[in-house]
């Protein structure tokens, strides 16, 4: 694909939904599993995405509940990252209500304060800030090595790139949310606001690469504009660790942007049912002049990323969560 001096194309022809190329042959149920296989055996290191690193301005704070672990973070009072237990060790009170004042995590019960060093039964947990995404390692949950530092993918200059980040939950587990990122087919079929002409180029077969192999799929598709204007990319998906997949676009307009998936357990809620959380990072990035001026207007064009994000996971969850209820009830194809 040859770059264009402006990132916008006409399509030849508007194809109606029901007239594009069926997919369901390519998108083979073995070829996806041994994807999401594949992604499973890769290591974590025990790191969970907790929220965006923008939420750790000033006394803001992150808390969630991972896998069932009550876990908080915030900035202690030299500004580095702190985070442990999200229950207080003095009675038990949800610390994710309680405020952050000059780097000090004050419980709302009693005053206990904790400034990220161990104190009165609470301890610390190793957390990470990516410049995009914080992370925490629970090695009671995950049971893995450890690793000092999250797999992050590789991505452009937080600096330098329009960065957003939307969360949604849904009723499933990690392997749904997963294994519908590894299955682009859906694509234009299953969000044809948003994609047109979408075609999987390359893809490993059902066996799988080699473990040190190339494991990518590889994608030509339009973003839709308006009417017939797109703007056409190729796009590789990889899965670098078991709960993230991220999208990189390798030829045309932004090339070197990525999207990434990433997929927190969070428990199980009152009806024993697995939640998880969708935490998706757009880093975009562009060589185009007019691109600083995207950037500085990112106040303005993070909700409207963050919206469009929101829209495609109001679909992908329920495709996620009807997975994940088809797994559970033995009624899953194949």
């Not at 999207?259 to 959380?277: F, I, K």
């Not at 990323?305 to 033995?330: F, K, Q």
Request: aromatic share 6%; with cysteine.
């Amino acid at each position: 694909m040859k770059r264009r001096r402006l990132p916008l194309s006409l399509r030849r022809r508007a194809v109606p939904w029901e007239g594009q190329r069926p997919t369901w042959r390519d998108a083979r149920p073995a070829l996806i599993a041994a994807a999401l296989k594949r992604a499973q055996a890769r290591p974590s290191g025990n790191w969970y995405v907790v929220g965006a690193s923008r939420a750790l301005r000033g006394d803001g704070k992150l808390a969630r509940t991972v896998a069932g672990q009550e876990v908080v973070v915030w900035r202690g009072p030299d500004g580095r990252l702190v985070g442990g237990p999200g229950i207080c060790p003095h009675l038990g009170a949800p610390l994710r209500d309680s405020p952050v004042r000059c780097g000090t995590l004050v419980c709302h019960w009693h005053g206990l304060a904790l400034d990220g060093r161990p104190y009165a039964g609470w301890s610390p947990l190793p957390v990470h800030d990516d410049g995009v995404l914080v992370w925490a390692r629970l090695d009671a949950v995950g049971g893995e090595e450890p690793l000092d530092a999250p797999v992050v993918p590789r991505r452009p200059e937080p600096a330098r790139a329009l960065t957003a980040v939307y969360t949604g939950t849904g009723v499933c587990e990690p392997e749904d949310v997963v294994a519908n990122r590894l299955d682009p087919w859906h694509g234009a079929w299953f969000h044809p606001y948003s994609f047109v002409d979408l075609t999987v180029v390359d893809a490993p077969g059902a066996a799988g690469a080699a473990e040190d192999g190339p494991d990518a799929l590889t994608v030509d598709v339009s973003f839709k504009v308006a009417g017939r204007l797109v703007v056409p990319v190729r796009a590789v998906f990889t899965a670098p660790e078991p709960r993230t997949v991220v999208m990189h676009i390798t030829e045309g307009e932004g090339a070197g942007s990525v999207v990434e998936t990433h997929a927190t357990p969070l428990g199980v809620d009152r009806a024993g049912r697995p939640r998880t959380a969708v935490v998706e990072a757009v880093i975009a990035a562009s060589d185009r002049p007019g691109f600083a001026v995207a950037r500085g207007a990112a106040p303005l064009l993070r909700p409207l990323v963050r919206a469009a994000a929101g829209r495609l996971w109001r679909d992908d969850l329920a495709y996620a969560e009807r997975r994940w209820d088809l797994r559970s009830t033995g009624r899953f194809p194949g």
